[in-house]
């Protein structure tokens, strides 16, 4: 997306990336870069000339990327994202450009280790979740597929938050990631694009009578400036961009101000006008945080847009082959403002007539929808939209008579549906469907899990599916083995290659061969010592955390639940069955349990109340645990703080057993269960999301499936779920429930955990934790039988990494450039 490049001829690989030159750049970059002697120099300017020794590497293959692309004039795809969880970026270039070997030999010449160095690795603030995470494994797989395309965020300050811990409590602080600089991005600032807010419309005509609109009496507008980071291929000459938006004031100073004495107002503008990228998500719970996030979102689509549009036209004079040559692809409904200000550019910038505009619009966009939960369905009250966007808000009403024009036509009185469809809610307050409007203006609508897909048609969209027969498709989301097994999990990926060979970094499918290996006893042990050795390294990482310092048993079944916190996620159920063990070992100390420890780690949204509670209870249940001497050594429990890709990295690897405990028809898909499998965790889950695949793939008789399904919720909703009645049934369960309520574990406060069991009690348990916790507790008596038989174990271990070939993010980027762009990877 760099286009005005020059021509370059680039030197071979064996010229530029000897261990001798790569030291000698490295030295270069610390003495003219970072003006610092070897004497002077931290570990933090090593780091810095490291990864400017790299970067110029790959700045080589990006000029000569973005060329191609010019010259050839290929379809591209563009990634629209709010979201980029792109990790540390150090060890993943130089795993994807084949020379950490040689940059680990020549920083030993210079006396430093590159475990050192990657300590000091920055983990860009761009993301939440597994929505950003995805995104990155998108980036990742479309350049080692050499696929024509760009991605484009928000340049986040200071991303969503860096959690602390204090007193069991998440505390928010600011994760300002960028305070030491980021030498991975270029910036830009010849890519500025104005973005406009407020204002009114104004409408006339032009001498053909043809009615134009203006945007008139805009303000508070800001300018997008352009961040550029690079994403390589694996082993190849592709290198892609990464285009992120930073918000700029139109005015830098107030000098007016400024010379009145009025210092204070002379920058305020400034300052004001910059907030729209300084962070993540926003808290909306009022409604100058939901001003905010709307603002996000539309600077960051309009910028992208206007970024496209400046690109194409640098080949075309005209727009009829737009679609041709541009594919949007919308990560959720968050950048879907994109729609109707692409109808507004085309219209009112480029003067094309709404038909015409429309068309192109619809043959561009494709929607990937991430949520079955109605609540998380995005929408935009039409007052806040009239206010900030009022030109948008036009378009939409447009787009959205017309669309019921024509169900009215294909199904007359059907006021129901047309209720239903329509992209504008108007009770109870009137407002605008987002996942509606990203439904009627993309030409494909895509589950990411099979499950996910086939709910999306029945139960969120029925009408909108028999309205556009074939536009709803399935793409299981994926993830890239080059980041989630060859770079965190190095001594796996050093016996996959002894035994099966390499080429399963870039085909998947080839992890298909280990189950000739499974039963192979000398192999099972290989596999036992590598995830031994992930498990005491996990250890070590735990001992020596400042915000942790605590010693756990690597002998011990290792328990996982990392991910977002949240009601419908079940950590709560989890923890109950924690508390069940807990009562077991104190009851009867020389039973033969087999000891656990579990590991909790995961963010919770700073408005989330009840997120932040189960957070505590974790923390609180914790405490109680780890410090009764009667249990220690059998039952250890672990939050761990700040949940990141890197330590996801450092997590996964040492993982036995996955827990994927959503409730059935919750989860779109989740990746941590595909992470966590193809490192050789056995799953115990739901039949929800990507788990109904992953048992497909490896097994039913290798995965710990237990609970309701989507069809059995919904059937027990309907009939009437009862959560009273499965409390007063079950002994254990009782009990469990009971010290959480009777502050057993906050004995200071024993009410603090009321909302939860009120949750649970009084207001109908939404998420069916009562109803799953006989079957959970059962399969996990299941999970210990079969962990104290390490062969059958390991053997099932085996099977499960084993069948996570259609996992990958390369199968999923693939089936999106044959079932929805159109796009071909471009040869050199």
């Known amino acids: 997306m760099n286009d005005s490049v020059p021509d370059t001829k680039s030197s071979s690989p064996s010229e530029t990336n000897g261990v001798d030159v790569i030291r000698d750049s490295i030295s270069q970059h610390l003495k003219y870069s970072q003006a610092k002697s070897p004497r002077t120099a931290t570990i933090m300017d090593y780091y810095n000339s490291i990864a400017l020794t790299v970067r110029d590497r790959l700045v080589e293959k990006w000029i000569e990327t973005q060329n191609r692309y010019f010259t050839k004039d290929p379809k591209r795809i563009y990634y629209l994202s709010m979201e980029y969880l792109v990790g540390r970026a150090l060890s993943n270039y130089l795993v994807n450009l084949d020379f950490k070997k040689e940059v680990c030999r020549a920083i030993e010449k210079l006396g430093l280790e590159l475990e050192e160095i990657e300590q000091s690795d920055i983990e860009a603030g761009l993301g939440n979740g597994g929505l950003g995470r995805l995104a990155a494994c998108y980036m990742d797989s479309l350049a080692t597929l050499g696929i024509p395309a760009g991605g484009y965020g928000m340049r986040y300050e200071y991303g969503i938050f860096y959690q602390k811990i204090i007193d069991g409590f998440q505390v928010e602080t600011a994760d300002n990631w960028l305070r030491k600089g980021y030498p991975w991005e270029l910036p830009r600032p010849d890519y500025l694009y104005p973005i406009r807010f407020y204002g009114h419309v104004q409408h006339t005509s032009n001498k053909e009578g043809r009615g134009i609109c203006h945007?008139?009496?805009s303000h508070d507008d800001v300018m997008a400036m352009a961040y550029d980071i690079p994403i390589p291929g694996y082993h190849n000459q592709?290198?892609?961009?990464?285009?992120?938006?930073?918000?700029?004031?139109?005015?830098?100073?107030?000098?007016?101000?400024?010379?009145?004495?009025?210092y204070v107002q002379a920058v305020t503008h400034k300052h004001e006008s910059e907030t729209l990228s300084k962070v993540l998500y926003p808290n909306?719970?009022?409604?100058?945080?939901?001003?905010?996030?709307?603002?996000?979102?539309?600077?960051?689509?309009?910028?992208?847009?206007?970024?496209?549009?400046?690109?194409?036209?640098?080949?075309?004079?005209?727009f009829e082959q737009f679609p041709q040559k541009v594919a949007i692809q919308l990560n959720d409904t968050h950048p879907a403002l994109a729609i109707p200000e692409l109808i507004r550019l085309l219209m009112d910038r480029e003067h094309r007539p709404w038909d015409e505009a429309w068309e192109i619009t619809i043959k561009t966009f494709a929607y990937t929808n991430h949520t079955v939960l109605p609540e998380a369905l995005e929408k935009w009250s039409v007052d806040l939209l009239q206010r900030v966007l009022p030109r948008h808000l036009?378009?939409?009403?447009?787009?959205?008579?017309?669309?019921?024009?024509?169900?009215?036509?294909?199904?007359?009185?059907?006021?129901?549906?047309?209720?239903?469809?329509?992209?504008?809610?108007?009770?109870?307050?009137?407002?605008?469907?987002?996942?509606?409007?990203?439904?009627?203006?993309?030409?494909?609508?895509?589950g990411v899990a099979a499950l996910h897909s086939d709910i999306l048609k029945s139960r969120v969209f029925p009408e909108f599916n028999k309205l556009f027969p074939g536009r709803f498709i399935n793409v299981t989301n994926g993830i890239t083995q080059r980041l989630w097994l060859k770079s965190c999990n190095p001594a796996l990926a050093d016996l996959l290659n002894d035994t099966i060979g390499?080429?399963?970094?870039?085909?998947?499918?080839?992890?298909?061969?280990?189950?000739?290996?499974?039963?192979?006893?000398?192999?099972?042990?290989?596999?036992?010592?590598?995830?031994?050795?992930?498990?005491?390294?996990?250890?070590?990482?735990?001992?020596?955390?400042k915000a942790l310092r605590m010693e756990i048993n690597p002998n011990h079944l290792l328990d996982i639940q990392v991910k977002r916190i949240h009601e419908y996620k079940r950590q709560l159920l989890c923890l109950l069955h924690v508390i069940v063990l807990y009562n077991r070992f104190k009851e009867n100390p020389n039973c033969d349990h087999v000891p656990r420890t579990v590991l909790f780690a995961?963010?919770?949204?700073?408005?989330?109340?009840?997120?932040?509670?189960?957070?505590?209870?974790?923390?609180?249940?914790?405490?109680?645990?780890?410090?009764?001497?009667?249990?220690?050594?059998?039952?250890?429990?672990?939050?761990?703080?700040?949940?990141?890709?890197?330590?996801?990295?450092?997590?996964?690897?040492?993982?036995d057993l996955s827990e994927q405990i959503s409730t059935a028809g919750m989860e779109a898909s989740g990746t941590g269960n595909m992470k966590l499998a193809l490192n050789g965790a056995l799953t115990i889950g739901t039949l929800d999301g990507a788990n109904v695949e992953i048992k497909n793939e490896v097994g039913e008789d290798n995965i710990f499936i237990f609970g309701l399904t989507a069809e059995q919720v919904d059937e027990l909703k309907t009939r009437g779920y009862n959560p009273q009645g499965y409390y007063e049934q079950n002994g254990e369960l009782k009990r469990a429930v009971g010290m959480i309520r009777d502050g057993y574990f906050s004995p200071d406060h024993p009410h603090l955990f009321q909302p939860l069991i009120d949750s649970l009690l009084v207001q109908g348990d939404r998420f069916m934790v009562l109803a799953d916790f006989a079957s959970y507790i059962k399969t996990q008596k299941e999970v210990e039988a079969l962990f104290l038989q390490p062969n059958e174990w390991t053997r099932k271990s085996i099977l499960n990494a084993a069948g996570m070939g259609l996992f990958s993010s390369d199968r999923a980027i693939r089936q999106y450039c044959e079932k929805i762009w159109n796009v071909h990877p471009l040869p050199k």
């Open 602 to 655: 995961g963010k919770a949204a700073p408005g989330y109340h009840m997120a932040k509670l189960i957070i505590k209870l974790i923390t609180s249940v914790a405490k109680r645990v780890n410090q009764d001497g009667q249990t220690a050594d059998k039952l250890r429990i672990v939050f761990i703080p700040n949940y990141s890709v890197n330590k996801a990295e450092g997590i996964i690897p040492g993982a």
């Open 215 to 217: 945007w008139v009496d």
């Open 502 to 545: 390499d080429k399963w970094v870039t085909d998947l499918s080839q992890m298909k061969k280990l189950r000739n290996f499974a039963e192979d006893e000398n192999f099972q042990k290989r596999w036992r010592d590598v995830k031994m050795l992930n498990k005491i390294r996990l250890a070590k990482y735990i001992r020596e955390d």
């Open 394 to 446: 036009e378009i939409i009403y447009h787009i959205n008579q017309d669309f019921l024009n024509r169900v009215q036509v294909s199904h007359p009185g059907n006021n129901a549906m047309l209720e239903k469809v329509s992209i504008v809610e108007e009770k109870p307050v009137k407002s605008i469907r987002m996942s509606n409007l990203a439904i009627v203006g993309s030409h494909s609508v895509n």
């Open 284 to 318: 909306d719970s009022n409604m100058q945080g939901k001003e905010l996030r709307l603002k996000q979102e539309y600077f960051f689509v309009s910028a992208s847009l206007q970024d496209i549009l400046r690109r194409y036209k640098r080949n075309h004079s005209t």
């Open 238 to 262: 592709t290198v892609n961009n990464l285009r992120l938006w930073s918000a700029r004031s139109t005015r830098e100073f107030d000098l007016g101000s400024f010379n009145e004495g009025d």
